[in-house]
């Protein structure tokens, strides 16, 4: 065979491996055919292109819409009764603060709960920030209330111990047109509590 016919057969097929290795998705290109005078050009091989890989899609699982046969994850109403708060408790739910009342002079927070729970804090002395303290300086309650129109009575199940410490009120009035707890102060003063 002539070494001319040679270069272009090597040079096809050079090419034709570099395509097929570095991009398999898109047919290799025929080189031009070198003009030869005096010979007919050689016919390329004819090279069949390589199948094209399809790239998977990302297809989301297939789920059925709920119909309205179908049961839905809401939750059904119930009728069964729940320990909530009775008619009127809702104004008296949260927190609320006394700065101080008759011989108390520190601060009360009082916090009622849905369920007819709540925890008190007596603020004696509050130990300061970034100070080491034997006592934290709050005396800590806890228990359930039940309100009877206009009295709040609370009862303690457990309560923390501290110094100074004013006594603990179980019964309380409340306001009936802000829902506010009030207590009584010294010499049957109201003491009425804020948010």
Do not use: H
């Amino acid at each position: 065979m002539p070494r001319r016919a040679i270069l272009p057969l090597a040079a096809l097929l050079t090419s034709l491996a570099a395509c097929t290795v570095n991009s398999p998705r898109e047919p290799a290109p025929e080189p031009p055919s070198p003009a030869v005078p005096s010979e007919r050009p050689t016919p390329a091989t004819p090279t069949t292109p390589a199948p094209a890989t399809q790239e998977p899609t990302a297809q989301a699982p297939t789920t059925a819409a709920p119909t309205a046969q179908e049961p839905t994850a809401q939750a059904q109403p119930t009728t069964a009764p729940t320990a909530g708060p009775g008619p009127g408790d809702d104004a008296l739910l949260g927190t609320w603060r006394s700065a101080a009342c008759g011989s108390r002079k520190y601060e009360r927070v009082l916090s009622f709960a849905k369920g007819g729970s709540f925890t008190a804090e007596d603020r004696v002395s509050p130990c300061p920030p970034k100070a080491a303290c034997i006592w934290s300086g709050i005396i800590q309650r806890q228990g359930a209330f039940k309100r009877s129109g206009d009295s709040l009575s609370l009862s303690v199940t457990e309560a923390s111990k501290g110094p100074g410490g004013q006594p603990f009120p179980t019964t309380f009035a409340v306001d009936a047109a802000t829902g506010a707890p009030v207590e009584t102060g010294d010499g049957g003063k109201p003491c009425p509590y804020k948010r």
